[in-house]
């Protein structure tokens, strides 16, 4: 080769050797657990698989075609992993839905059914015209699904509202996969001569620059919605606050969970499978009640039952019962909610014999 080949051989391979390491880091050595950082090492793992394939093809045709078939075929985890990750940055998920590892599961099955009985070195035809076409619409409507996912992004962009850092990040990888993706298409299309290995530069050089950055910049923990921030910066959509809300009214009033004095709202949130810090937000912002006052009521409303029954409880235990912890907390709470002290509501709610 000459010198310009080697240098372009050099850059691009170390390109994605570079991507490799630090996908292999994200997935299994950062020090922040959490499964965006899975996501995003899974992502350029895949990518670095993909491009390191089509470094090889360019500057050899002669590779054996398997090595194209498992380059080929790592493409379809680019688009999932790609989608799932921003949505994990924008809605702050924390667990694996099952609906993302059935697609994966099922993309993994494909993979196996049409690779091992039709492999690449033994139906090329079949490769070329259908499965390679097949695999690269799967990446395209992934990128479709991820651009839609981005749209509250593209809003703050129009009302020129500030882009926090970890918003800013996810558009560069997102413009970054949608570049090599459109760069591919148009070699698979043959617009433009040598357009091949346009892909493979770009995601070098975007690696570099992103290593640079990262080198440059005195912090790193804003680039992900999940740290530095009080609530993680993310709201959840309205509709999901409403099931969350329902989850835990069920579980409130089922399991009566407000009897417990010492009820913290780390138990809650375990009852509903969210994050503590995301529960709070969800009272404050959907229900307009912290989490003291949202248990408090409950334990009022059940005060106020025991007491209109004409028990044998004493004030004071009922108080103990519904789950205050003392007797002078029981009766201002109940004030505070109620308007009236519990010896009024009893008179109240007595009737004249």
């Known amino acids: ?25 994200f997935l299994c050595f950062t020090a922040k657990k959490n499964l965006s950082n899975y996501l995003l090492g899974a ?27 498992i380059g080929l075929t790592a493409c379809l985890f680019i688009g999932p992993f790609l989608y799932f990750y921003v949505k994990t940055e924008m809605q702050q998920i924390r667990k694996l839905p099952v609906s993302w590892k059935l697609q994966l599961t099922g993309w993994l099955a494909m993979i196996l059914i049409a690779g091992l009985p039709f492999p690449y070195a033994t139906f090329p035809y079949l490769w070329t015209h259908y499965i390679i076409p097949a695999i690269y619409l799967q990446w395209g409507i992934y990128i479709g699904l991820t651009i839609t996912s981005l749209h509250p992004l593209f809003k703050k962009i129009r009302t020129r509202e500030q882009l926090k850092p970890f918003e800013k990040w996810v558009l560069a990888i997102c413009a970054t996969i949608s570049l090599i993706f459109i760069a591919y298409v148009w070699s698979i299309m043959k617009i433009t001569k040598g357009s091949y290995i346009t892909g493979p530069l770009y995601f070098s050089l975007v690696t570099y620059l992103a290593i640079c950055i990262l080198l440059y910049r005195k912090k790193a923990n804003d680039l992900s919605s999940f740290t530095g921030q009080k609530y993680g910066d993310k709201k959840l959509n309205e509709d999901d606050a409403v099931q969350v809300i329902a989850r835990l009214q069920t579980a409130m009033k089922e399991k009566e969970l407000f009897r417990n004095p010492n009820l913290k709202v780390g138990d809650l949130a375990r009852e509903v499978n969210i994050p503590s810090h995301q529960l709070s937000r969800i009272l404050n912002d959907s229900l307009q009640k912290n989490f003291t006052l949202f248990v408090n009521e409950y334990r009022v409303n059940a005060a106020c039952k025991m007491l209109s029954r004409q028990t044998n409880f004493t004030i004071e235990a009922v108080g103990d019962e519904v789950g205050f912890n003392s007797k002078s907390t029981f009766f201002a709470t109940f004030k505070k909610i109620k308007g009236l002290t519990p010896n009024a509501f009893i008179k109240e709610t007595t009737p004249d014999l």
């Open 43 to 69: 992502l350029l793992i895949v990518l670095s698989i993909r491009v390191g394939k089509s470094v090889a093809y360019f500057f050899d045709y002669n590779i054996p075609r398997i090595i194209l078939q």
């Open 1 to 25: 080769m000459t010198l310009g080949n080697n240098l372009l051989f050099f850059f691009s391979t170390l390109g994605a050797f570079n991507a490799l390491i630090i996908g292999i880091y």
